[in-house]
């Protein structure tokens, strides 16, 4: 294999690529030859740099990842199921594991939590050091592209629709951004928890793609008013759901979208951050609003668990749009920042 390089941001706006010495991890930690990494909207965002936030610059982006543990720091274990000289996937979320907060499951609450490629070194590398708590066996049959694309978004979907908005078989859910990472998720686990998706899109071609994912209704925004089509297809009622993720653009749709006693749960603001709420709608349709971030590091085993139960038909997959070589990193950047892809963007060592 080529030598060791990594993707560096020496100041935000710039992404360069170097070759570096990879470290050796210390104890409790192991290192990993990342065979495949996956981008996320934080990715763009730690590399361009967010209003208010400070990174710890330079930095090496990206959350996701899988490949083969090839070293172990002193008196590490390994999570069952893995060897060194085996394969693993990263789950991204880190935290200092003896808090109350991380004792008590809720690590996406420790005061001292954040995500690997925002906080420390990602995975936009050959190699990267991870706990051994944050490596998780992959599911049989998938490669290491479908196992990098898998573990953020099927995390933070999971947490909103389980964990908060505590989606019930028969219930409605609104999923803005059907052909995204995370929304292509949401789509596959609100079915597989019997509920019944609707997607919202912004082209023909993502709403075929979500017809093959077998939601039950698709909104092309580009085309209708999304509001009004729920009206339509609900019997005026509204859904129960509403998945956001995309913020300014899309709020007053998703208030206007909601039943009465409907839930909101947002994970994030691609479209900004700044939105109006009518109160009035708050308390006379007795909503719910709900914030969550990432989700609890537990929940990925209990995914696999659910994967575990069907290997040769999984209810649920990550979607690969498109595979670029990892040195091709920026350019994969630029693809996921085009808005064009359906489902993840990988990247390949
Ligand atoms: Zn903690």
């Not at 490949?67 to 880190?94: D, F, K, Q, Y």
């Not at 994912?213 to 008013?225: M, W």
């Amino acid at each position: 294999m080529s030598a060791p390089f990594r993707f560096r941001i020496p100041e935000h706006g710039v992404l360069a690529k170097e070759s570096f010495e990879p470290a050796e991890p210390g104890p409790g930690w192991v290192r990993l030859e990342l065979k495949a990494m996956a981008l996320n909207h934080l990715d763009l965002w730690t590399t361009q740099g967010i209003e208010g936030v400070r990174l710890p610059l330079p930095l090496t982006p990206g959350c996701d990842g899988a490949g083969v543990i090839v070293a172990l720091g002193p008196g590490t274990v390994l999570p069952p199921g893995l060897e060194l000289g085996g394969s693993a996937m990263i789950a991204p979320g880190l935290s200092c594991g003896v808090c109350a907060d991380c004792l008590r499951g809720d690590d996406m609450r420790c005061a001292r939590y954040g995500v690997l490629g925002h906080v420390l070194d990602g995975t936009a590398a050959t190699h990267v050091l991870v706990p051994a708590a944050n490596l998780l066996p992959i599911p049989p049959n998938w490669d290491f592209r479908q196992a990098a694309a898998f573990p953020l978004v099927f995390l933070t979907a999971w947490e909103m629709l389980v964990h908060k908005a505590r989606l019930r078989p028969g219930e409605t859910v609104l999923v803005w951004g059907g052909g995204s990472g995370v929304g292509t998720a949401a789509i596959q686990l609100a079915k597989f928890l019997g509920a019944r998706p609707i997607a919202v899109v912004s082209s023909t071609a993502k709403a075929m793609k979500c017809w093959e994912l077998g939601t039950e209704h698709v909104i092309d925004r580009s085309r209708e008013d999304v509001a009004r089509k729920v009206r339509e297809l609900t019997g005026k009622r509204g859904v129960d759901v509403v998945f956001e993720h995309t913020g300014a653009a899309t709020w007053d749709a998703s208030i206007a979208s909601l039943a009465k006693g409907g839930r909101l749960v947002t994970c994030g603001t691609t479209t900004g951050f700044d939105a109006r709420l009518n109160l009035r709608a708050l308390f006379a349709k007795q909503l719910t609003l709900m914030g969550s971030y990432m989700g609890r590091r537990e929940h990925l085993w209990t995914l696999l668990g659910h994967l575990g139960t069907n290997p040769t038909n999984p209810p649920f997959r990550p979607l690969v749009d498109r595979v670029f070589p990892l040195a091709d990193y920026p350019a994969a950047q630029a693809h996921l920042q085009a808005g064009q892809a359906f489902g993840k963007v990988v990247c390949e060592a």
